[in-house]
């Protein structure tokens, strides 16, 4: 039978959806060092971002590590090794980091590397650009001492062949298979962290949409689209269709929003509406986004278009999941 999607409209009600935890983590029951990422199994690399945290490291060095634990991993595959690849069957992947003195470096459409966050980071620092770009950021990352590897696992190469023969060649099909894989597992990592000296950086690292056309970029490489950090104010990233997160700077609405008084999880709600009206809420319902954003005070809080959408949190207070509030309810059934 087909997949059919029936949504239903809940806009200023969706706070009846929130957990105990949602109303704590968007409270001013502020803490720090703190980190979030986006989606549930991220709890893993906030787990090493706060080894790095509690020992009183670096944002910038809690985020950079934690990122590299999906990416390393080859059961995720939305990230790094084991990525889905594009519809030719290339992993290539997108990946930035910014820290407190807006510092930033970013590569994208990067094959054959599993770290692409380390590369997006020595981008910052050994050179005088802000973003590396397909086979000039694979060169960079060989010539500093980054090997060569094949990320297409087994598994992620059956799912594509599976796809090749089940799926259509379009673009559009493309932005479904991302849906589904958003609800099977989980999307893009955004993450960013308040260290105890009070500065916030982010990193954001994904292999993008599964089957995407070779050579597609999200939002997860663009600062202020996936990633945004203003140390004066706080941070955001992006999980989702990151075509639709480029349309509204989404990362840096939301810092520029939290600028303007609103609390995080405010914020991210106001992108969330910002899409809408430009898409009208016949479109925007058949997109999954999801924003996190933490300001300067430790204050944290999310939002998402459709349900399901989850947020990784710890602090000195331990493991945290926050089930997002969202805008549209929506059950898809097959
Ligand atoms: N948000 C990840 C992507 O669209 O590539």
Not at 8 to 37: E, M, R, W
Not at 237 to 252: D, K, L, M
Not at 297 to 311: D, K, R
Request: aromatic letters at 6%; charged letters at 25%; a neutral charge.
């Amino acid at each position: 039978m087909n997949r059919r999607t029936f949504v239903k409209l809940v806009g200023a009600y969706a706070p009846a959806f929130a957990l105990p935890q949602q109303l704590l983590a968007n409270s001013n029951d502020t803490i720090k060092p703190i980190v979030i990422s986006t989606w549930e199994p991220n709890k893993k690399a906030n787990a090493k971002a706060w080894e790095i945290l509690s020992a009183h490291g670096s944002a910038l060095d809690a985020v950079h590590q934690g990122v590299m634990v999906p990416e390393a991993d080859p059961d995720d595959h939305s990230v790094g090794l084991g990525g889905h690849p594009d519809r030719d069957g290339h992993v290539t992947c997108d990946a930035c980091i910014m820290d407190h003195l807006a510092n930033i470096g970013s590569v994208m459409c990067l094959e054959h590397i599993v770290h692409a966050v380390s590369v997006a980071r020595l981008v910052m620092e050994k050179t005088p650009h802000v973003q590396l770009v397909g086979e000039g950021a694979l060169q960079f990352a060989l010539l500093n001492g980054f090997k060569k590897e094949n990320l297409l696992t087994p598994k992620s190469e059956a799912d594509w062949k599976k796809w090749l023969k089940t799926s259509k060649y379009d673009p559009m099909t493309t932005v479904r298979d991302i849906e589904k894989r958003i609800k099977e597992s989980h999307d893009t990592i955004g993450m960013i962290a308040l260290d105890e000296n009070n500065n916030l950086s982010g990193a954001c690292t994904t292999s993008g949409m599964a089957y995407k056309l070779p050579g597609r970029v999200g939002d997860s490489p663009i600062i202020g689209a996936g990633l945004y950090v203003d140390n004066e104010v706080g941070g955001a990233s992006a999980t989702g269709v990151g075509e639709e997160v480029v349309r509204i700077c989404g990362s840096h609405t939301i810092v520029e929003a939290m600028r303007h008084g609103k609390s995080p999880k405010e914020a991210c709600k106001l992108a969330i509406e910002r899409l809408i009206k430009i898409k009208g809420a016949e479109k925007a319902k058949e997109i999954q986004l999801g924003f996190i954003a933490i300001n300067k005070s430790g204050e944290i809080g999310c939002y998402s278009m459709l349900p399901e959408f989850t947020m990784a949190v710890h602090s000195a207070k331990g493991e945290q999941i926050i089930n997002s509030d969202y805008f549209f309810e929506s059950s898809i059934k097959k």
